[in-house]
Nanobody, 120 residues
Framework: VQLQASGGGLVQAGGSLSLSCATS????????MGWYRQAPGKDRELVAT???????KYAEFVKGRSTISRDNYKRTVNLQMNLLKPEDTAVYYC???????????????WGQGTQVTVSS
């Protein structure tokens, strides 16, 4: 299973970024996908998730500022982040929970992360 995140970068406070995660090897349609982040010295934390049925969940700190979406045809999951704050600076990781092709049990899968830096 591969989760390839892209779209991070440096942006000024108040700006926007769009993260994208391309997947392979996971049964995407049945998987719950999402984004987590980890700032220096802090634990990894949930940002947003989206189920196979399209139900979404957001952390309080991004509610109203971010939108998670998925494209089941392209097997991608995206995170649009607006009104970014310096405290949003972190490495953002793509996450998937589901089955890989050839297996029947579910597992957690992680991408390599993409750096988001918000300057004040």
């Amino acid at each position: 299973v591969q989760l390839q995140a892209s779209g991070g970068g440096l942006v000024q406070a108040g700006g926007s970024l769009s993260l994208s995660c391309a997947t392979s090897g996971i049964r995407f349609i049945g998987a719950t996908m999402g984004w987590y982040r980890q700032a220096p010295g802090k634990d990894r934390e949930l940002v947003a998730t989206i189920t196979s049925a399209g139900a979404v969940k957001y952390a309080e700190f991004v509610k109203g500022r971010s939108t998670i979406s998925r494209d089941n045809y392209k097997r991608t999951v995206n995170l649009q982040m607006n009104l970014l704050k310096p405290e949003d600076t972190a490495v953002y990781y793509c996450y998937g929970h589901g089955t890989r092709w050839g297996q029947s049990y579910e597992s957690d899968y992680w991408g390599q992360g993409t750096q988001v830096t918000v300057s004040s």
